[in-house]
């Protein structure tokens, strides 16, 4: 794992709150629904594959939105959302393994459980269909992805850069997505996954993950070879918070039908 001292200090503060969480009590066994049959499902359908984010906040937002989860999901599912995404870090999200347990217990589609997991015992606090291992903030991944996958759990590997994907492959990642976002500095460039993605082997479920708030930036990471898009913020649109979510995954969901908006 890279030193602490390399990361902005927001993250620096996300990674001592979530070293300071304990597991849950035993551990958990999930039957999980596919995330690789979801995307293919909204690819029959004519949608863009897109996994939404429940982000209630985070540091680089701009400002909150305090909406019920289980409203916001089965809005994002209704303006035709793949997946689901929900937040559990509770400090700097306003996240909770509560809240994604309502989400999957009302919608049909898979349910990715957006946390700072570094060691084992983390990922036995709540059932999901798939859990995010951070390859930059771990140091056993190959570990943790077979701890995931006994306990049922889909482990998307999050990598940044070519050297991380490496990483992930030998650790033996079937799905993985590549962060725009530089942890560093909390800086967002699209070209991240366009210099990555050549290098992800073929049977791998490969998700372009932040920065994307428009249709053609959907354009832009799927001829980049994205099967799958992580949107957040765009979703949620922190910015005015009462903005329709439903809405808000359509224009992203039919960037590839509608391809005459550039905005």
């Given at each position: 794992?890279?030193?602490?001292?390399e990361?902005?200090?927001?993250?620096?503060?996300?990674?001592?709150?979530?070293?300071?969480?304990?597991?849950?009590?035993?551990?958990?066994?999930?039957?999980?629904?596919?995330l690789?049959?979801?995307?293919?499902?909204?690819?029959?359908?004519?949608?863009?594959p897109?996994?939404?984010?429940v982000?209630?906040?985070?540091?680089?937002?701009?400002?909150?939105?305090a909406?019920?989860?289980?409203?916001?999901?089965?809005a994002?599912?209704?303006?035709?959302?793949?997946?689901?995404?929900?937040?559990?870090?509770?400090?700097?999200?306003?996240?909770?393994?509560?809240?994604?347990?309502?989400?999957?217990?009302?919608?049909?589609?898979?349910?990715?459980?957006?946390?700072?997991?570094?060691?084992?015992?983390?990922?036995d606090?709540v059932?999901?269909?798939l859990?995010?291992?951070?390859?930059?903030?771990?140091?056993?991944?190959e570990?943790?992805?077979?701890?995931?996958?006994?306990?049922?759990?889909?482990?998307?590997?999050?990598?940044?850069?070519?050297?991380?994907?490496e990483?992930?492959?030998?650790?033996?990642a079937?799905?993985?997505?590549?962060?725009?976002?530089?942890?560093?500095?909390?800086?967002?460039?699209l070209?991240?996954?366009?210099?990555?993605?050549?290098?992800?082997?073929?049977?791998?479920?490969?998700?372009a993950?932040?920065?994307?708030?428009?249709?053609?930036?959907?354009?832009?990471?799927?001829?980049?070879?994205?099967?799958?898009?992580?949107?957040?913020?765009a979703?949620?649109?922190?910015?005015?918070?009462?903005?329709?979510?439903?809405?808000?995954?359509?224009?992203?969901?039919?960037?590839e039908?509608?391809?005459?908006?550039?905005?």
């Amino acid at each position: 794992m890279d030193s602490d001292t390399e990361l902005a200090p927001a993250v620096r503060s996300i990674l001592e709150a979530a070293r300071g969480r304990s597991g849950g009590e035993g551990v958990v066994d999930v039957d999980a629904r596919s995330l690789p049959d979801a995307l293919a499902a909204a690819e029959a359908d004519g949608r863009v594959p897109v996994i939404a984010e429940v982000k209630p906040t985070s540091p680089t937002a701009e400002g909150t939105r305090a909406d019920d989860p289980v409203e916001l999901a089965q809005a994002m599912v209704a303006g035709g959302a793949a997946a689901i995404s929900v937040l559990t870090e509770p400090t700097h999200f306003d996240g909770s393994p509560e809240a994604l347990t309502r989400v999957r217990e009302a919608v049909d589609v898979p349910v990715l459980r957006k946390d700072f997991v570094l060691e084992e015992d983390g990922m036995d606090v709540v059932e999901a269909d798939l859990l995010l291992l951070i390859a930059r903030f771990v140091d056993d991944l190959e570990g943790l992805v077979a701890a995931a996958r006994e306990r049922g759990f889909q482990p998307l590997v999050e990598v940044h850069d070519r050297a991380e994907l490496e990483r992930a492959i030998d650790a033996g990642a079937e799905i993985v997505g590549v962060n725009n976002r530089d942890l560093a500095r909390l800086e967002v460039e699209l070209e991240t996954f366009e210099s990555v993605a050549p290098e992800v082997p073929d049977d791998v479920t490969l998700i372009a993950e932040s920065g994307i708030s428009s249709p053609a930036d959907v354009r832009r990471m799927r001829e980049a070879g994205a099967d799958a898009l992580l949107v957040g913020s765009a979703i949620m649109d922190h910015g005015t918070g009462d903005s329709d979510v439903t809405e808000n995954t359509r224009r992203l969901t039919r960037a590839e039908s509608t391809a005459g908006d550039s905005t």
